[in-house]
């Protein structure tokens, strides 16, 4: 079975070629770039809520894939395409996009719950 993120991050380079050469450089790239490489493919484009961006920072941090401590800005943005059950995850400040995080399905569910307040309780607890 092929690793989500894996394909994800694969798959970076046939969406948007510019913002991965910016990635290389160690620098953000206009936000403009990979929202229209998304859009380009029938893809989509959601902005994120403060809730979600907070959650999703927390994820960065513990991530042993992205660089060491808080991403950048304030806001954040989901990018999907058909076709692949995750996403890739832009932070963003002011008009720029940093290094997307991939997204595999699972933590797309968890990132509903944020946005809707579900709490999960699994588990029998202590």
């Not at 160690?26 to 936000?31: E, F, I, L, M, N």
């Not at 229209?36 to 994820?59: D, H, Y």
Request: one cysteine or more; aromatic letters at 6%.
């Amino acid at each position: 079975m092929v690793n989500k993120p894996s394909l994800a991050l694969a798959a970076l380079p046939a969406i948007a070629p510019q913002f991965v050469r910016a990635d290389e450089a160690g620098v953000c790239v206009d936000v403009s770039v990979p929202k229209k490489a998304i859009e380009a493919r029938n893809g989509k484009w959601i902005q994120l809520t403060p809730e979600q961006w907070e959650f999703l920072r927390g994820i960065y941090a513990m991530n042993p894939l992205t660089p060491p401590g808080l991403p950048y800005g304030d806001k954040a943005a989901l990018a999907k395409v058909d076709g692949n059950s995750g996403g890739l995850v832009f932070f963003i400040d002011g008009d720029k996009a940093s290094t997307p995080m991939p997204v595999p399905q699972t933590l797309l569910g968890m990132m509903d719950d944020v946005a809707t307040a579900k709490i999960n309780h699994e588990g029998s607890g202590l």
